[in-house]
Protein backbone atom coordinates (compact mmCIF):
# COMPACT_ATOMS: atom_id res chain seq x y z
CA UNK A 1 0.00 0.00 0.00
CA UNK A 2 1.24 3.61 -0.94
CA UNK A 3 1.46 6.42 1.26
CA UNK A 4 0.92 8.76 -1.92
CA UNK A 5 -1.66 11.02 -1.70
CA UNK A 6 -3.60 13.42 -5.06
CA UNK A 7 -2.71 16.77 -4.76
CA UNK A 8 -4.89 18.94 -7.56
CA UNK A 9 -2.73 21.18 -9.29
CA UNK A 10 -4.14 22.85 -12.26
CA UNK A 11 -6.66 22.57 -15.12
CA UNK A 12 -5.16 20.76 -17.52
CA UNK A 13 -6.07 23.61 -20.21
CA UNK A 14 -4.03 26.12 -18.43
CA UNK A 15 -0.51 24.30 -18.55
CA UNK A 16 -0.44 23.83 -22.27
CA UNK A 17 2.59 21.79 -24.52
CA UNK A 18 6.17 22.81 -23.73
CA UNK A 19 4.41 24.94 -20.15
CA UNK A 20 5.50 24.20 -16.74
CA UNK A 21 4.30 24.92 -13.38
CA UNK A 22 6.52 25.15 -10.22
CA UNK A 23 4.20 24.08 -7.21
CA UNK A 24 4.76 23.26 -3.65
CA UNK A 25 3.40 20.01 -1.98
CA UNK A 26 3.87 19.10 1.34
CA UNK A 27 6.87 21.01 1.77
CA UNK A 28 8.69 19.56 -1.51
CA UNK A 29 8.93 22.03 -4.90
CA UNK A 30 8.03 19.88 -7.64
CA UNK A 31 7.78 20.69 -11.56
CA UNK A 32 4.83 19.66 -13.33
CA UNK A 33 5.55 19.81 -17.15
CA UNK A 34 3.24 19.14 -20.07
CA UNK A 35 5.08 17.26 -22.88
CA UNK A 36 3.02 17.16 -26.21
CA UNK A 37 0.29 16.31 -24.02
CA UNK A 38 1.62 14.08 -21.77
CA UNK A 39 2.20 15.14 -17.72
CA UNK A 40 5.18 14.99 -15.29
CA UNK A 41 6.33 15.83 -12.24
CA UNK A 42 9.89 15.71 -11.33
CA UNK A 43 11.49 16.76 -8.02
CA UNK A 44 12.87 20.16 -8.20
CA UNK A 45 16.04 19.22 -7.31
CA UNK A 46 19.44 18.43 -9.09
CA UNK A 47 21.17 15.70 -7.61
CA UNK A 48 24.27 16.94 -8.13
CA UNK A 49 24.30 20.04 -5.98
CA UNK A 50 20.40 20.63 -5.32
CA UNK A 51 19.74 23.48 -7.74
CA UNK A 52 16.57 24.85 -8.80
CA UNK A 53 16.34 21.30 -11.64
CA UNK A 54 12.55 22.62 -12.34
CA UNK A 55 13.98 26.07 -13.66
CA UNK A 56 15.92 24.84 -16.14
CA UNK A 57 15.46 24.86 -19.79
CA UNK A 58 13.35 22.32 -21.59
CA UNK A 59 15.48 21.38 -24.97
CA UNK A 60 16.61 18.26 -26.77
CA UNK A 61 19.85 16.60 -27.16
CA UNK A 62 21.61 15.44 -30.12
CA UNK A 63 22.86 12.02 -31.26
CA UNK A 64 25.03 10.34 -33.94
CA UNK A 65 23.36 9.32 -36.71
CA UNK A 66 26.12 8.05 -38.98
CA UNK A 67 29.73 8.56 -39.02
CA UNK A 68 30.26 12.09 -39.50
CA UNK A 69 26.67 13.53 -38.71
CA UNK A 70 24.59 14.43 -35.61
CA UNK A 71 21.34 15.32 -35.39
CA UNK A 72 18.75 16.63 -32.89
CA UNK A 73 16.12 14.83 -31.70
CA UNK A 74 14.03 14.26 -28.19
CA UNK A 75 12.95 18.33 -28.35
CA UNK A 76 11.28 19.55 -25.68
CA UNK A 77 11.81 16.67 -23.73
CA UNK A 78 15.20 16.94 -21.98
CA UNK A 79 15.39 19.16 -18.79
CA UNK A 80 18.75 20.76 -18.32
CA UNK A 81 19.95 21.81 -15.07
CA UNK A 82 20.41 26.08 -14.97
CA UNK A 83 23.94 25.21 -13.04
CA UNK A 84 26.01 23.25 -14.04
CA UNK A 85 23.96 21.75 -17.41
CA UNK A 86 23.42 18.35 -16.08
CA UNK A 87 20.58 16.87 -18.60
CA UNK A 88 17.61 14.83 -17.66
CA UNK A 89 14.99 13.24 -19.68
CA UNK A 90 11.83 14.60 -17.74
CA UNK A 91 9.77 11.62 -18.92
CA UNK A 92 11.87 9.18 -17.10
CA UNK A 93 13.99 10.48 -14.84
CA UNK A 94 17.21 9.38 -16.20
CA UNK A 95 20.50 10.91 -17.07
CA UNK A 96 20.51 12.10 -20.54
CA UNK A 97 23.63 14.05 -19.96
CA UNK A 98 25.88 13.84 -17.24
CA UNK A 99 28.64 16.30 -18.02
CA UNK A 100 30.74 15.15 -14.48
CA UNK A 101 31.17 11.61 -16.39
CA UNK A 102 32.90 13.14 -19.69
CA UNK A 103 35.08 15.59 -20.42
CA UNK A 104 36.33 17.34 -23.95
CA UNK A 105 40.04 17.75 -24.52
CA UNK A 106 41.09 21.17 -25.32
CA UNK A 107 41.86 21.74 -29.08
CA UNK A 108 40.51 18.21 -30.41
CA UNK A 109 36.83 17.50 -30.79
CA UNK A 110 36.78 14.28 -29.05
CA UNK A 111 34.52 13.55 -26.15
CA UNK A 112 36.05 10.93 -23.61
CA UNK A 113 34.80 9.61 -20.88
CA UNK A 114 36.61 11.14 -17.77
CA UNK A 115 38.84 8.57 -16.25
CA UNK A 116 38.82 9.83 -12.51
CA UNK A 117 34.75 10.10 -12.66
CA UNK A 118 34.97 6.61 -13.76
CA UNK A 119 37.10 5.57 -11.13
CA UNK A 120 35.12 6.55 -7.98
CA UNK A 121 32.33 4.95 -9.50
CA UNK A 122 30.34 7.85 -10.17
CA UNK A 123 26.33 6.29 -11.06
CA UNK A 124 24.17 8.98 -13.55
CA UNK A 125 21.65 9.18 -10.46
CA UNK A 126 17.78 9.69 -11.61
CA UNK A 127 15.78 12.71 -10.86
CA UNK A 128 12.54 11.82 -8.49
CA UNK A 129 9.30 11.78 -10.85
CA UNK A 130 5.78 11.59 -8.92
CA UNK A 131 3.12 10.50 -10.58
CA UNK A 132 0.47 12.54 -12.29
CA UNK A 133 -2.73 11.83 -13.45
CA UNK A 134 -5.51 14.20 -15.10
CA UNK A 135 -8.90 13.68 -13.33
CA UNK A 136 -11.78 15.95 -14.61
CA UNK A 137 -9.77 17.62 -16.67
CA UNK A 138 -7.39 18.97 -13.63
CA UNK A 139 -3.86 17.35 -13.17
CA UNK A 140 -3.12 15.61 -9.99
CA UNK A 141 0.09 14.92 -8.49
CA UNK A 142 0.53 11.94 -6.27
CA UNK A 143 3.25 12.95 -3.03
S1 LIG B 1 23.50 21.41 -9.57
FE1 LIG B 1 22.62 20.56 -11.35
S2 LIG B 1 24.26 20.07 -12.64
FE2 LIG B 1 25.16 20.90 -10.86
Known sequence: ?????????CPAA?????ERR????????IGVFNVDGEFYAVA??????????????LTGTTRASGVDNIE???DGEVLACPWHGWE????????????HRWSATTYQTDVLANPEAVE??????????????V???IVVVYV
Do not use: K, Y
Not at 120 to 132: F, K, L, N, S, T
Open 1 to 9: MTDERPHPV
Open 14 to 18: SLPPG
Open 22 to 29: IIEIEGRS
Open 44 to 57: NVCPHQRAPLCTGD
Open 72 to 74: WHR
Open 88 to 99: FDVTTGETVFNP
Open 120 to 133: RGEEDPAIQMHRVD
Open 135 to 137: DDG
